[in-house]
């Protein structure tokens, strides 16, 4: 069983599949999105919203993450920070 007291202990359970997330966005080109930037993105995203999230729904999260969507919120905190907006995606 796996024993997880803080975030960073999730992260680095969560390491292969975030490292196997950045080496796919590598490979269509994207080449900036980091682990760290992953596991933030889906933490604020995703699991931040919920009350209980299981293990294998975080993993599946990682790995299943729609790659454009991930590259789009990536920009979009990236220009958040300089306090410039992106156009919002279809359906939001």
């Known amino acids: 069983m796996y024993n997880i007291n803080s975030i960073d202990d999730l992260k ?3 390491l292969p599949a975030l490292t196997i997330k950045k080496d796919e966005l590598s490979r269509i080109g994207y080449k900036r999105i980091e682990e ?3 596991f933030d ?3 604020n995203e995703e699991w ?3 009350n ?3 293990l ?3 993993v599946d999260n990682v790995l299943n993450y729609d790659n454009y969507k ?3 919120l ?3 905190y990236e220009l958040d920070d300089q306090n410039i907006e992106l156009p919002k995606l279809k359906g939001e």
């Open 56 to 58: 294998c729904d975080v």
């Open 41 to 43: 993105i889906l933490f």
């Open 70 to 72: 991930m590259i789009y």
């Open 52 to 54: 209980y999230v299981s």
């Open 12 to 14: 680095k359970l969560l």
């Open 36 to 38: 760290n930037h992953i």
């Open 74 to 76: 990536f920009r979009k």
């Open 48 to 50: 931040s919203k919920k």
